[in-house]
């Protein structure tokens, strides 16, 4: 029997990754701008290579065996390596050049950072960006992201690298309905007869904090609806389900309109932060670099 041919090239093992995440052979494909042939006989190629099968297919799925998912452990682990090399190069430069991956909130990103991302690409040719936008937390290190945004009232988890980008806005809405037909609302305090809309990643869901001159106010909070997303928390607004304490960016536009309104308007809720996380065994590599500066530079709403 002839000995299995080493694995001469990269392509293959960055596709084999991509699928894993992508869960598809197509959209990998596209991503990498292959023909979905060319990247099935790719990844036959690998499984020839390595003796084993990576992937299991049908005609409605396709799923890692267990070799697969051991196999796109270590996958991860190299390619990262081989990327921290890569980056380490470029810094020894200072033109931000390279793929950035990020994890960016899906209200964040749809409300406010995507009308700024043209700005960002003109003054970065160099620079490509991929985008997830997602409410989970990452693991920035076991899900291969340079950069992660966080909106939080507080200092994200300690074991990452964090840079403060601005604070963020933030409001007790509802719409016109459901004040309509609510009970009176004066006072903080009177928030435990309303029906209360919880986001669950603010940081702050358990007790709402309000500020007027020298006077604070905690309010315990529960409601009928925990989410961790503010763009569900629209539609519940908007269908006068409740009240809820949202960032500023997440509703602006319905405040404009008319289809949301501010309560309370006197008193000051606890703001937020939006943060920047690397990776902490990672050194900032240009193209993160730029960004967060970029970042900091845009009125943060």
Not at 50 to 72: C, K, W
Not at 207 to 236: A, C, H, K
Request: hydrophobic share 45%.
């Amino acid at each position: 029997m002839s000995p299995r041919r080493p694995l001469d090239s990269l392509a293959a093992l960055r596709l084999f990754r991509l699928i894993a995440e992508q869960g598809s052979f197509s959209r990998a494909a596209e991503r990498l701008e292959l023909s979905s042939g060319a990247a099935s006989k790719q990844i036959s190629a690998l499984e020839e290579s390595l003796g084993v099968r990576l992937l299991q297919r049908s005609t409605r799925r396709l799923s890692l065996t267990e070799a697969g998912r051991l196999y796109y452990r270590h996958c991860v682990k190299a390619l990262d390596e081989l990327e921290l090399a890569e980056q380490a190069l470029q810094a020894l430069g200072d033109t931000p050049r390279g793929r950035l991956r990020m994890a960016v909130p899906i209200a964040f990103g749809q409300l406010f950072l995507q009308q700024h991302l043209p700005a960002f690409l003109r003054a970065y040719p160099e620079v490509s960006l991929d985008l997830v936008l997602s409410d989970h937390y990452v693991d920035l290190v076991e899900d291969g992201f340079d950069l992660a945004l966080r909106i939080s009232s507080g200092l994200p988890d300690s074991r990452l690298v964090a840079r403060t980008i601005g604070p963020l806005g933030r409001a007790l809405v509802a719409s016109p309905g459901y004040l309509a037909g609510a009970g009176p609302l004066e006072h903080p305090s009177d928030l435990g007869q309303h029906v209360a809309l919880i986001h669950t990643l603010s940081g702050s869901y358990a007790e709402w904090t309000f500020r007027r001159g020298g006077e604070e106010v905690r309010v315990p909070v529960r409601g009928r609806l925990s989410v961790n997303s503010s763009m569900l928390l629209r539609t519940s607004l908007l269908d006068g389900i409740g009240l809820t304490l949202t960032p500023t960016l997440a509703v602006q536009d319905l405040l404009a309109d008319g289809r949301l309104v501010e309560v309370l308007p006197d008193w000051v809720p606890q703001g937020l932060k939006l943060f920047a996380l690397l990776p902490s065994n990672r050194a900032v590599a240009p193209k993160s670099a730029a960004f967060i500066e970029f970042l900091a530079g845009l009125d943060l709403p």
